[in-house]
């Protein structure tokens, strides 16, 4: 190995040192540490320096076909050391304001679809429920008004000729109860929506 593989070598082993430091702070800053033994939090662990140490190993043997020296292992310390002597206060600074940036980004992308397509939807819903209901009230009002209409006739007439109709009587009552049924299943759709608005 060359001396300007070598220090090559060193170079990118402390900015590696750099990154291993930045990682670890990311890490620890999302998934926090634990104040008691979790074995999620060892299985977290185990996959995060297994990711670091594989692509420890992809950088190196790019770098110098995966030589291992000590001096690239001091290349790493001295890296790490030079991140947590000067670079980890202004990292941190960095990464709780992209945190923030993100988090408010996040709420005003879902006020902004609640604007814009949730409460529009609701209200059109709203409307639409109302006008169906009005259909269907008027609807059922003609309906009503034409088979009283054309049946009173004849009904008159069976009723002279002494004939009872009861059965008429409760094919009304359940008629009367099943529109009062779709009338309650609208007022109950258009107080959820109400609801869900507020």
């Known amino acids: 190995m060359t001396l300007e593989v070598q220090f090559e070598t060193m170079l990118i082993m402390t900015v590696m040192g750099i990154w291993l ?17 979790k074995w999620t939090h060892l299985i977290n662990d185990l996959f995060f320096w297994c990711a670091q140490g594989l ?3 992809y950088v190196l043997l ?4 995966g030589e291992m020296r000590f001096y690239v292992l001091l290349a ?3 890296g790490y050391a030079t991140y947590r002597a000067l670079l980890q206060t202004v990292y941190r ?4 304001s992209l945190i923030r940036f993100t988090v408010a980004f996040y709420r005003f992308t879902v006020r902004l679809i609640v604007v814009l397509v949730i409460t529009p939807v609701k ?12 259909i269907l009230s008027t609807i059922w009002r003609i309906v009503y008004f034409l088979l009283k209409v054309i049946i009173a006739p004849f009904r008159w007439g069976l009723e002279k000729a002494g004939v009872r109709f009861t059965f008429l009587l ?7 109860t099943f529109s009062e049924k779709i009338r309650d299943l609208f007022s109950k759709l258009l107080n959820w929506f109400k609801k869900r608005k507020r």
């Open 170 to 176: 409760k094919w009304k009552k359940n008629l009367y």
């Open 21 to 37: 430091g930045a990682a670890m702070d990311t890490y620890h800053r999302f998934l926090g540490s634990p104040r008691r033994f």
């Open 123 to 134: 209200w059109l819903l709203q409307v639409v429920l109302a006008l169906c209901m009005i």
């Open 55 to 57: 692509f420890l190993f």
């Open 76 to 78: 790493l310390l001295l």
């Open 62 to 65: 790019n770098v110098n076909e």
């Open 93 to 96: 600074s960095i990464l709780e």
